[in-house]
Nanobody, 127 residues
Framework: QVQLVESGGGLVQTGGSLRLSCAASGGTFSRYVVGWFRQGPGKEREFVADITGSGSGRTDYVDSVKGRFTISRDNAENTVYLQMNSLKPEDTAVYYC???????????????????WGQGTQVTVSS
C-alpha cells in the first residue's frame, strides 16, 4: 500500500511562487509514474503534470502551465515536487498528487490510470 501526503500549499499573490511536495511511503515509489492534478471551485479534476519513474524523468504538462510549472522528483527522498511560478488566480485549486504503480514509463493525463491519491493541498492565488 502506498500513502501520499501533499504539502506546500497556501495563499500567494498573483505572480508569486509555491513549491508543492508529494511525499510517499510504502511501495517502490521510485518506479511509479506520478502525476499532479487540481480541482478548482465548481470544476472537475484536471491534469496538471506528470513524470515517469525509474530515473527516466520524462514529463508532460497541460498547456496552461507550460513554462510556469516544473515537476521533478527525488527518488532518494521518495518525493515528487511541483514548482509553481508566475501564479495566476485561475491556478486556485486543491492540488492532488497521484501514483500509477502499473507503469514506470507511461505518462497519462487520465486520473483513472492512477491508483493512489493524496488528500490534497489548497493553493489560493489572490488577484
Amino acid at each position: 500500500q502506498v500513502q501520499l501526503v501533499e504539502s506546500g500549499g497556501g495563499l500567494v499573490q498573483t505572480g508569486g511562487s509555491l513549491r508543492l511536495s508529494c511525499a510517499a511511503s510504502g511501495g517502490t515509489f521510485s518506479r511509479y509514474v506520478v502525476g499532479w492534478f487540481r480541482q478548482g471551485p465548481g470544476k472537475e479534476r484536471e491534469f496538471v503534470a506528470d513524470i515517469t519513474g525509474s530515473g527516466s524523468g520524462r514529463t508532460d504538462y497541460v498547456d496552461s502551465v507550460k513554462g510556469r510549472f516544473t515537476i521533478s522528483r527525488d527518488n532518494a527522498e521518495n518525493t515528487v515536487y511541483l514548482q509553481m511560478n508566475s501564479l495566476k488566480p485561475e491556478d486556485t485549486a486543491v492540488y492532488y498528487c497521484a501514483a500509477d504503480p502499473n507503469s514506470w514509463w507511461k505518462l497519462s493525463r487520465s486520473p483513472n490510470e492512477y491508483d493512489y491519491w493524496g488528500q490534497g493541498t489548497q493553493v489560493t492565488v489572490s488577484s
